[in-house]
DNA sequence: CTTAATCAGTACTAAACTAGTCCCAATTAG
DNA sequence: CTAATTGGGACTAGTTTAGTACTGATTAAG
């Protein structure tokens, strides 16, 4: 339920590494070496995290990528908004919509509240959290409740 | 971001329309024009909730299905997991997954918690609030945060 | 016992989305 | 100028989602 996609999981994995790295700029290669990922979507990857303008880019030759803010001022629910679009839980939540039941439907109204709820668990979640670099405990997250920790992500792009 | 399918939505207002309704069975295409749904899903959808033990149903003429336990007992993370598996925000907290960079990646573990803290969100919310039979305050949700509400969905199929 | 209504299970299809790759133009240091 | 980079797309295969259809099992009622 409720999953991000590889992309977004992928992109968590570049920031955290430019988080935990030199303040210098790293190249989309040098990353892609670094996190172990394609060098094809690691660059394409940053270009929407410039877009979106988490990091910021040099150009030419001695060009390449360095985090836009801070970690500690960088958090989930950007990364979420910059890979994924500011999507919500249901279709309801966008401007734009015409719902043939809209009469009846008093589902809408508590999906935003909820949808809500979980952007603010997001935006109390930092890329200094995210990234291990930062030793406090995750603000207003229920830390007694998190379940053992099981062999992360497949990272690495099937063959085709 | 973060969106849930149409298909948990459609089976939210299903829910909450038997919420809403008389303590009797509805027949499949019942619940289709109560909701606006094409019977084939609505069909589709109920067996879902079923097989999930949200509704009770009965066979034969007569039959039809009911909420198999009160309102207030049925949560928004239970109607997610119902229709869209106990899928997590990464691949890193499914059990069986291996990964390249297992070793470097301190990302993951940070996800879990950031999935638990949604998880909560969700539990808290009851099917009598989804439905707003419940005048009470959704609990530990900041309400005084939500926007203006905008227009819902739309929830007919579009034609083939 | 026959019939009609209804759920149960499954298979199928079209459309949409995701992940991954590639190409070429623009930029800049040396 | 040239080599190293980012910027901005286009393209494709694979997967997922949404929606439909069919066939069998169950049951109430005539």
């Known amino acids: ?3 991000i996609s590889k992309l977004t999981d992928y992109a968590t994995v570049i920031l955290a590494t430019l988080a935990a790295g030199e303040k210098r700029l790293y190249t989309a290669s040098e990353l892609a ?4 990922l394609s060098p094809a979507t690691v660059s394409k990857l940053l270009k929407k995290l410039h877009h979106a303008g988490l ?3 040099g150009r030419g030759s001695h060009g390449g990528y360095a985090l836009a803010k801070l970690p500690s001022q960088i958090n989930a629910a950007a990364i979420l908004d910059a890979l994924e679009g500011p999507l919500a839980l249901t279709e309801c939540s966008t401007t734009h919509s015409n719902c043939s039941i ?9 999906w935003q509240r909820v949808n809500m709820a979980i952007r603010h668990a997001l935006e109390d979640v930092s890329l200094s959290q995210l990234a ?10 229920d830390l007694s409740a998190s379940r053992p920790t099981v062999s ?6 099937r063959p085709r």
Do not use: I, Q, W, Y
């Open 1 to 3: 339920m409720l999953r």
């Open 33 to 36: 070496e670094l996190t172990r």
């Open 55 to 57: 990091v910021s880019s």
């Open 102 to 110: 809209a009469g009846s439907c008093h589902v809408g109204h508590s």
């Open 132 to 141: 291990g670099l930062d030793r406090s405990p995750l603000k207003s997250l």
């Open 152 to 157: 992360p992500l497949t990272r690495m792009p």
